[in-house]
């Protein structure tokens, strides 16, 4: 099994900042890309930031200056610093993970996991 755990959201004023942290964990032998998506109430679930196994970095338009992915990959963990926060921003944050684990019969696949979403919530 193979779970995926955010934390770092809250309240927080215009202008602020947060991190937020996403931790994998379980039968994972690697894992590829990592991303944060969010969705606000009303909206689709849009993407925030993606990084790669070799940190490579891609970000909405929205998120782009103020925000930075990054991850730790020997503790499964990606990041979101998130500055200069807008009430635009207020949303869930979800975390994906393309894990790569074994499958049955031994293979060695990948798989998407999401956590269950951190609340982020910017005050004007």
């Known amino acids: 099994q193979v779970q995926v755990v955010e934390s770092g959201g809250g309240l927080v004023q215009a202008g602020g900042s947060l991190r937020l942290s996403c931790a994998a964990s379980g039968s994972i032998i690697s894992i590829n890309a990592m991303g944060w998506y969010r969705q606000a109430p009303g909206k689709q679930r849009e993407l925030v930031a993606t990084?790669?196994?070799?940190?490579?970095?891609n970000y909405a338009d929205s998120v782009k200056g103020r925000c930075t992915i990054s991850r730790d990959n020997a503790k499964n963990t990606v990041y979101l610093q998130m500055n200069s926060l807008k009430p635009e921003d207020t949303a869930v944050y979800y975390c994906?993970?393309?894990?790569?684990?074994?499958?049955?019969?031994?293979?060695?696949?990948?798989?998407?996991?999401w956590g269950q979403g951190t609340q982020v919530t910017v005050s004007s």
């Open positions: 994906n993970a393309a894990v790569v684990r074994r499958s049955l019969g031994g293979l060695q696949l990948e798989y998407s996991y």
């Open positions: 990084i790669s196994n070799i940190h490579s970095t």
